[in-house]
Nanobody
Framework: QVQLVESGGGLVQAGGSLRLSCAAS????????IGWFRQAPGKEREFVAA????????NYSDPLKGRFTISRDNALNTVYLQMNSLKPEDTAVYYC?????????????????WGHGTQVTVSS
């Protein structure tokens, strides 16, 4: 099993940047593909980005390409989500999740372990 804890959320003005972190426990962290999802009030949880266990494969939600970057440091058991040029519509709770799939999956059903989320609020 793996336990995930997100951090780095907060309040930022439109156009600003934030870097979220997903810290994982467990010796086998490097074997998991990690994904980021977000959920805005009244909306379904949606895919943001994912990175495979080897970091070779990354996958992004098309509308977010170019503004968000996912990376990982297996030595630190941490995955990062760098978010630039933030917009008010990026406001949501951001969750990281883990799957044993080798591929950077976008579907929630593939992910077995979830963190509790971190709030990101972008003011206009």
């Amino acid at each position: 099993q793996v336990q995930l804890v997100e951090s780095g959320g907060g309040l930022v003005q439109a156009g600003g940047s934030l870097r979220l972190s997903c810290a994982a426990s467990g010796r086998t962290f490097s074997r998991y593909t990690i994904g980021w999802f977000r959920q805005a009030p009244g909306k379904e949880r949606e895919f943001v980005a994912a990175i495979s266990w080897s970091s070779i494969g990354t996958n992004y939600s098309d509308p977010l390409k170019g503004r968000f970057t996912i990376s990982r440091d297996n030595a630190l058991n941490t995955v990062y989500l760098q978010m630039n040029s933030l917009k008010p519509e990026d406001t949501a709770v951001y969750y990281c999740a883990a799957t044993t799939s080798r591929f950077s999956r976008s579907a929630r059903a593939y992910y077995d372990y979830w963190g509790h989320g971190t709030q990101v609020t972008v003011s206009s």
